[in-house]
């Protein structure tokens, strides 16, 4: 069983519309949860970092972690093409441990 | 500054040969780390070098190995390699590793013929 899981998607959905991406995790010494960006032919780019439970707001985007059932969300509102891209998910254990990624879930918004 | 740059961009090898990948960080970052990624994967861990040291290890063959010059500056190498090493290999760079963002390269395409 792979640490974090996500749906590869495809995922499309028409732009303005809210969109909600969703990981599991098996690792329950999982404290630190980010959301990473991967626009095609690039390396991934942090969106959000969050700490133990709880959610965290940043533009368009809120990320929510519920530690109880090892369940990590990101909400895009608003969504725009350029929103295009694969969302990693990804935790650690703690602040200095390897960082583990989620597969990958493709988003499309159509303009 | 300048972002984390990879080289090569691309390399295509055959079946037992070995390559090595180079990854110069963000300046100022002593931190490296190394990923593999596929289709069917996603991003996996390999290492983490500071300060010239491995801290931290992921579950990949003694085939896949690392090392950290003074600069920073990282080499990854694989040797023997296997079709099923076909694959994106990423570095990322931070401060320190603890708690901040993970600055990504663009990554090495690698094609195992």
């Known amino acids: 069983q792979k640490e974090v899981e996500q749906d590869p998607g495809p995922l499309s959905v028409p732009e303005g519309a809210i969109v909600s ?3 599991t995790y098996s690792n329950s010494a ?3 949860f980010m959301w990473y960006r ?3 032919r690039k390396g991934p780019d942090l969106l959000m970092y969050t700490y133990s439970s709880g959610n965290k ?3 368009r985007f809120t990320a929510q972690v519920d530690k109880s059932s090892k369940y990590i969300s990101l909400f895009i509102r608003d969504s725009q093409p350029s929103d295009s891209a694969t969302y990693l998910c990804a935790g650690r254990k703690t602040s200095y441990d390897k960082v583990i990624f989620g597969p990958g879930t493709s988003l499309s918004v159509i303009p | 500054k300048a972002g984390v740059t990879q080289t090569p961009r691309y390399l295509i090898k055959t079946r037992g040969q070995q390559v090595t990948l180079s990854c110069s960080p963000i300046s100022g970052h002593r931190s490296v780390s190394w990923y593999q990624q596929t289709p069917g994967q996603g991003l996996q861990f390999l290492f983490e070098y500071f300060s010239e040291t491995q801290r931290n290890k992921g579950n990949f063959p003694g085939r896949f190995s690392g090392r950290q010059f003074s600069n920073s500056r990282s080499e990854m190498n694989v040797s023997t390699l296997e079709l099923g090493d076909s694959a994106l290999y990423l570095c990322a760079s931070s401060e320190t590793g603890g708690g901040e963002k993970l600055f990504f390269g663009s990554g090495t395409q ?3 013929l």
């Open chain 1, 21 to 23: 991406l969703n990981c």
């Open chain 1, 30 to 32: 999982f404290q630190y």
């Open chain 1, 38 to 40: 991967q626009y095609s």
């Open chain 1, 57 to 59: 707001e940043d533009g």
């Open chain 2, 110 to 112: 690698l094609s195992v």
